[in-house]
Every structure is written in structure tokens, then in C-alpha cells.
């Protein structure tokens, strides 16, 4: 009987070390943009800062930071919520600047779209329909070239394009069976020069000119 009294309070000290711990710092209320009343609420948890944001009682924003002079400083992970209780969205910034991985979602579940940003640059980029298939794809390299396409949702393509820093390059768009629908060039990431067109069945059809005349 001593072993199990000597065991038992051993336990119950291990059971409460790891209960969950939350101080509150600050809390109050505030009305966003649209008159909506929202209850926000800061605390240490685990020794993590955290902020908390309700609306008519249901999770609407948590942001968290190690602690609560980064969250001050604007280093901190944000999650926002759909009224059903799954995330709509996930961002974070590092000192008040767009960074790290972000992703959002549809209202099921199912992830719309994930990017990566480096100190507010988009690098990488992907989109999703609704169905699971990629929408759009993008990339940003440090020299500031950029490569884009997007596809129907039959998985054919729609649009792809590269450009300089600029914006100066070259795009191609797609009718829905595949065939190309048009192609020519980019000049601050707009349509430049004569753009020649075609129709679904490949049959060519008049150019149209940006920027310059016609010679007939």
C-alpha cells in the first residue's frame, strides 16, 4: 500500500504539469467596418501570447507569437475561421511584413490555395478549384521573373505566361478543348503589340493590335 500512495501523488502532480495554463493579459471589445460588435481577449498560454477574437460567442481570429513583445512588433501567426468552425485562412508576418507560408481554404475543408512569401514578395503560388485540381500555379524568382499558368477545371490549359522584372514577356491563352486562342506579348504585365487570335477548331481569325496600328 505505500508503493501505491508514493505513486499516486506522483500522478496527479504529472496530470496537472500538464493541464492547460492561461494568464489574462488583456480583453475587451471592439466594432470592425461593418458595425459588427466582436470580444477579443490576450493571454499567455503556455507561455505562447495569444489573441482571441469572438464573434456572437464563435472563433472568428486567433493570432499567436512566442511572446507578447513580438506580437507588439508585428511577428505573429494569424488563423481566421468560417462560422462553422474551420479555417478560412492562415497568415503570418515577421515584423509587420507579409511572410512564411500562407494558405486558405473553401468552407468544406478543402484547401483553395497555399503560397509562400518572403518579406511581403509572393515567391510561390498555387490555386485550387473546389474539386481538389490545380487552378493556377505562379512563381517569383529573385531576379524578379515571373512564370504563371492556369488551367480550366478539365485540367487543360488556360493561360501561361513568363515576363521579366518588368513585366515585359509572353503569353499564350487556350480555348477549353486545348487549342490556342491567342498569343503575343506583355508590356507591364498588359497585352502589347499585335496579339495573333485563332478560333476552337484552330482556324485563324483577324489580329487584334495593343498599343500600335494595324498595317493592312
Known sequence: MKKLFFILPLMLLFAASCERRQQVLHEGSSVLDDSTVVQWKEFL??????????????????????????????????????????????????HGKQSGNWKSWYENGK????????????????????DGSIAVTGSRLPDGTMSRTERWRNGNLKEEFTTDSTGKGNCVNY????????????????????????????VSLPDTSYGIPVLH
Not at 111 to 130: A, F, G, H, P
Not at 187 to 195: A, G, K, R
Open 45 to 94: 498560454d503556455h507561455d505562447t501570447f495569444v489573441r482571441e477574437v469572438r464573434s456572437e460567442g464563435k472563433i472568428i481570429l486567433i493570432a499567436k507569437a512566442m511572446n507578447e513583445k513580438e506580437f507588439r512588433d508585428s511577428t505573429f501567426t494569424e488563423t481566421s475561421y468560417f462560422p462553422n468552425g474551420k479555417p478560412l485562412a492562415l497568415r503570418s508576418f515577421s
Open 111 to 130: 484547401l483553395k490555395s497555399s503560397s509562400l512569401v518572403t518579406n511581403s514578395v509572393l515567391r510561390d503560388y498555387v490555386s485550387y478549384y473546389d
Open 175 to 202: 480555348h477549353m478543348n486545348g487549342r490556342k486562342s491567342a498569343e503575343g506579348k506583355l508590356f507591364n504585365f498588359t497585352p502589347d503589340s499585335v496579339w495573333h487570335r485563332w478560333d476552337t477548331l484552330g
